[in-house]
Every structure is written in structure tokens, then in C-alpha cells.
């Protein structure tokens, strides 16, 4: 698989991605898609969300800081992004945290069509409706076996799932890969998760097979942080090193260090 192919179309197509996002992680979302090369937006407001993801490559919804509010200006954008086949990311971030999360997260897959669901292992859990709980935005713990439950979801929502964690699970549930790469000083700076979204968006926009995309996507991003944390002392060096990493990284690099395994 060549991965430096998707990385490749991602800095020449230069894709815009639009984003109704998590607001503590709006600013880091925005630079990670900038630095992969490709043109973030983050326009909220119900009176234009439409006519903005008519212009984009990629839609990434992010519940991480919901409202009412702003789940209806998530859903008109949603159906925006159907009526022109533009991919719809949607990270259940917190889902199984609270009853409004899992309300709102149900409310939006039911009321348009989400290409790629995305989360960690116990809010994937709680949206397939396993009996789990989220800690604020970080996994509970899930005894299930997560592939088969992403592989079930899938199936049942007619889209691809992802769910990240020590080892990412990306299946349209057909096919599925499994990606390796990443770094535990990740976990130790806020936003990765969301970054990792936007990522997802960033390379849907430029191909199709959307299981193929959020795969080699991750494995870049994940990639980059591996290569950050060898220059870095802590949290705040890993995050600088990090978006440098990305920045500077090559095609043949990332083929090298992928770690992405696929069964059917």
C-alpha cells in the first residue's frame, strides 16, 4: 500500500475542509490540516454552513463541545454535503458521557448520511449500543471485541468506522486495517483525537474509498508523531515537533514507516 500516494494528492489538490468542530480544539484542527497542506474552514453559524460545505472537499462534524445550536447547524450542513456527495466525518466525541451526547449523536446519523464514524473505543462501544460509559472524552473500558463491533457498525450504518487507540480499527465492513503507528506522548497533550478527525477529512477529500483514506491518513498523522517524540522533552516540544513533523514529511518516509495490516 503507498500510503505517499493519498499524501501526495492531499498537497497537490489542496482540498478546503470545513469544519463545525470541538472549540477547544478549533485552533489545533485548523493548523493540522494547514500543515498537511490542505485549506481548513470553521464556519458555524446556521446562516451559511450550507453554502460553505458547497465550496469544500470534506465536512468534519465534532461534538466535542455541542449545543442544540450547534447540532442543527451541523445537521444543515450535513444534508448540504449529501445533496453534493461531499463526505461527512462525524467524531461521537464524549458519546456515552452523558444523555445529550448520546441523543445528539444518534439525532445526526439518523437525520443524514455520515460517511465516516469515528471514536475511541468506548464511545464506538456506546453508539453500537454496548452498556458503556466515556470518562468525560476519554475511553472507559469496553470488553467487547472491538473489531467485530466496528465491523457490525459499519454494516448497520452503511459507512466506515473508525476507532482509534493503541492500534486504529478502520473498516467499512467489508474491509479492514488495522494501523500501528502513533506514540504514547500523545496521549498527554489535548486534541490529538480531534486532529486525527480532521485528518480523516482532510484525505477523504481526495479519495473515495473512504476505509482506504482514514487508514493511510492516520498512519501519517501517527507517522509524524512517532518522529516528533524522538526531539522532543515533553508535552509542549512534542506538540511544536509534532506539526513540524507533518509539515516535513516525505513520501517515501511514510511508505517506510506505515504499519497498516488489512483483512476482509
Same mark, same amino acid.
Given at each position: 500500500?503507498?500510503?505517499?500516494?493519498?499524501?501526495?494528492?492531499?498537497?497537490?489538490?489542496?482540498?478546503?475542509?470545513?469544519?463545525?468542530?470541538?472549540?477547544?480544539t478549533?485552533?489545533?484542527?485548523?493548523?493540522?490540516?494547514?500543515?498537511?497542506?490542505?485549506?481548513?474552514?470553521?464556519?458555524?453559524? #446556521?446562516?451559511?454552513?450550507? @453554502? +460553505?460545505?458547497? &465550496? /469544500? !472537499?470534506?465536512? *468534519?462534524?465534532n461534538?466535542g463541545?455541542?449545543?442544540?445550536?450547534?447540532?442543527?447547524?451541523m445537521?444543515?450542513?450535513?444534508?448540504?454535503?449529501?445533496?453534493?456527495?461531499?463526505?461527512v466525518?462525524?467524531?461521537?466525541?464524549?458519546a456515552?458521557?452523558?444523555?445529550?451526547r448520546?441523543?445528539?449523536?444518534?439525532?445526526?446519523?439518523?437525520?443524514?448520511?455520515?460517511?465516516?464514524? #469515528?471514536?475511541?473505543?468506548? @464511545? +464506538?462501544?456506546? &453508539? /453500537? !449500543?454496548?452498556? *458503556?460509559?466515556?470518562?468525560?472524552?476519554?475511553?472507559?473500558?469496553?470488553?467487547?471485541?472491538?473489531?467485530?463491533?466496528?465491523?457490525?457498525?459499519?454494516?448497520?450504518?452503511?459507512?466506515?468506522?473508525?476507532?482509534?487507540?493503541?492500534?486504529?480499527?478502520?473498516?467499512?465492513?467489508?474491509?479492514?486495517?488495522?494501523?500501528?503507528?502513533?506514540?504514547?506522548?500523545?496521549?498527554n497533550?489535548?486534541?490529538?483525537?480531534?486532529?486525527?478527525?480532521?485528518?480523516? !477529512?482532510?484525505?477523504?477529500?481526495?479519495?473515495?474509498?473512504?476505509a482506504?483514506?482514514?487508514?493511510?491518513?492516520?498512519?501519517?498523522?501517527?507517522a509524524a508523531?512517532?518522529?516528533?517524540?524522538?526531539?522532543?522533552?515533553?508535552p509542549?516540544?512534542?506538540?511544536?515537533n509534532?506539526?513540524?513533523?507533518?509539515?516535513?514529511?516525505?513520501?517515501?518516509?511514510?511508505?517506510?514507516m506505515?504499519?497498516?495490516?488489512?483483512?476482509?
Amino acid at each position: 500500500m503507498k500510503v505517499s500516494v493519498l499524501l501526495e494528492k492531499v498537497r497537490n489538490e489542496k482540498p478546503v475542509v470545513h469544519h463545525l468542530t470541538n472549540w477547544v480544539t478549533i485552533y489545533d484542527c485548523a493548523n493540522i490540516v494547514k500543515v498537511f497542506g490542505a485549506s481548513p474552514v470553521m464556519a458555524h453559524a #446556521k446562516e451559511e454552513v450550507a @453554502e +460553505m460545505t458547497g &465550496i /469544500a !472537499g470534506a465536512l *468534519v462534524l465534532n461534538i466535542g463541545t455541542l449545543t442544540t445550536d450547534f447540532v442543527d447547524s451541523m445537521i444543515i450542513a450535513g444534508a448540504a454535503a449529501n445533496i453534493r456527495d461531499i463526505p461527512v466525518v462525524l467524531d461521537v466525541c464524549g458519546a456515552g458521557a452523558t444523555k445529550l451526547r448520546d441523543d445528539k449523536s444518534f439525532e445526526i446519523l439518523n437525520k443524514i448520511k455520515v460517511n465516516v464514524l #469515528k471514536g475511541n473505543a468506548s @464511545e +464506538m462501544a456506546r &453508539i /453500537a !449500543g454496548e452498556n *458503556v460509559r466515556t470518562r468525560g472524552v476519554d475511553s472507559g473500558g469496553v470488553n467487547s471485541d472491538l473489531v467485530y463491533l466496528a465491523k457490525q457498525l459499519a454494516a448497520l450504518r452503511s459507512c466506515t468506522v473508525v476507532v482509534t487507540g493503541r492500534e486504529d480499527i478502520v473498516t467499512d465492513g467489508h474491509k479492514t486495517y488495522i494501523v500501528r503507528n502513533g506514540h504514547p506522548m500523545m496521549t498527554n497533550i489535548v486534541g490529538t483525537g480531534c486532529m486525527a478527525t480532521s485528518v480523516i !477529512g482532510t484525505f477523504c477529500a481526495v479519495e473515495k474509498d473512504y476505509a482506504l483514506a482514514s487508514a493511510c491518513g492516520l498512519a501519517c498523522y501517527e507517522a509524524a508523531a512517532e518522529i516528533a517524540a524522538v526531539v522532543s522533552r515533553g508535552p509542549g516540544s512534542f506538540k511544536e515537533n509534532f506539526f513540524d513533523a507533518v509539515y516535513r514529511l516525505d513520501g517515501a518516509t511514510v511508505d517506510k514507516m506505515a504499519k497498516i495490516s488489512v483483512t476482509e
